[in-house]
Structures are given as C-alpha cells and as structure tokens.
C-alpha cells in the first residue's frame, strides 16, 4: 500500500518568513495530492491540493509543488502570519470512484509574532 | 459549517460497554469515511462506503463495526473497547468524482 512520509515534524518560523514541508510518497499510481490544515481542537479543512498532471499549483500566499519522478511534494506558505499556526498534513490518493487516501504524520507549524 | 455533522463531541465509556458514533452529511456526496486520529499518529483510514457499500476495511478489529444505512449516515459501532482505542474519530465524505473530503468536528473517545 501507500506510504507518506512528512518533515519536519514541528516547525517554528517568525512572522512574515516562509514555511516549508515535504512529504514523499511511495506508490506511482497516486495522483491527487491534497494538503490539510487543522487548527487546536478543530477539524482538517483542505488548503490546497494537486493533481498528478500539473508540477506547481499557487494560491494566494500557499504553493505546493509536485515532482512525480521522485515521488515528493512540498507545500510553501510564504509571508507567514500568526493564524497560520496549525499542524499541516499532506496526503496521497489514488484513482478510483471514492478515495483511499493515506495521510502524512503532520507538521506542527508555530509562527511567532 | 462543512455540513458533516458527528454525534456526541465527546464520549467516555469503559471497555465492556457498547456505544454508537453517529455521522450525518448534508452535501449529497456519495462515500463516507472513519478515520481515527490518534497523539502522534497519521490520520489512519479506518472504514470507506461508497454508494453505501463497504470498500475499505483497513484491518481494524471487529471492536469497531461500522454500519451506512444510507448515503446521508453513517455509524461506528463500538463494543469491548481497549484503552488504546482512545482517540479522536472523525467522519469525512466526499462526491465520488471529485477528491476533496470534508470533514466532521470529530468524537473525542476516551475507554477507561
């Protein structure tokens, strides 16, 4: 089965640097690549996601980048500000009319004001 | 609001009681998920329905039955618990052809 592996486990940036995770993953035949913030106490909520057919995808102040070759994605959250602390988790899932998707043992991003 | 909802926020039971995590989705996706959340862990998939029927059982012990009735719930059914299967359990679902999932609010479940 899939395997996601996730660094650094915790992260700690000042305000205003960038912030970036990586995450690799084993099987060839995924092809959706989504991130997950989860904020204290609350649920995972999507914050991006790539697909396999596309190299780097940009949202705003959040960017992910995918190299199929070496199996290994990165999400970069530039200009971080305090609300973005929260653990960050990458997942990969693969085709098929529902998703298994394995997820990543998270990041604990901690931006300090 | 995501429009999946979990019932009850938070549970505390001992290991020889039986209780039943609810998830109800009100986005007319068409696959539902449990997950367990636990310190430290990944998010580990337990369960996956698709058109109601079960297609993943990732090896979790038969302490932990799940049960969708219809597309709009789902169910964790729990019985002779350990305290190691104190955790976080959430709820996702998603629309079959597109992949984001959507996620509950979760059952914090503590066995003593």
């Known amino acids: 089965g899939e395997n996601v592996e996730q660094h650094p486990s915790t992260l700690s940036v000042q305000e205003g640097d960038s912030a970036v995770i990586k995450c690799t993953y084993s099987d060839s035949a995924s092809n959706y690549f989504p991130w997950y913030k989860q904020e204290l106490g609350k649920r995972p909520q999507l914050i991006i996601d790539i697909r396999s057919n596309v190299g780097e995808k940009k949202d705003q102040r959040i960017a992910v980048t995918l190299n199929k070759t070496a199996k290994h994605f990165s999400l970069h959250i530039t200009e971080t500000q305090p609300e973005d602390s929260a653990v960050y988790f990458c997942a990969a899932s693969g085709p098929g009319g529902y998703q298994k998707v394995t997820f990543g043992t998270g990041t604990k991003l901690q931006v300090i004001p | 609001e995501t429009g999946v909802t979990q019932t009850p926020r938070h549970l505390v039971m001992g290991m020889t009681n039986k209780k039943s995590l609810k998830c109800e989705q009100h986005l007319g996706h068409n696959a539902m998920y449990w997950y367990k959340q636990s310190a430290k862990k990944p998010l580990e998939l337990m369960f996956v329905y698709s058109l109601e029927e079960r297609v993943e059982n990732n090896s979790v012990p038969s302490r932990f039955s799940p049960e969708c009735p219809n597309s709009s719930h789902l169910f964790l059914h729990l019985h002779t618990l350990q305290p190691e299967d104190s955790a976080l359990y959430l709820c996702?679902?998603?629309?079959?052809?597109?992949?984001?999932?959507?996620f509950g609010p979760g059952t914090r479940l503590t066995v003593l």
């Open positions: 996702a679902s998603s629309q079959g052809n597109s992949n984001e999932q959507f």
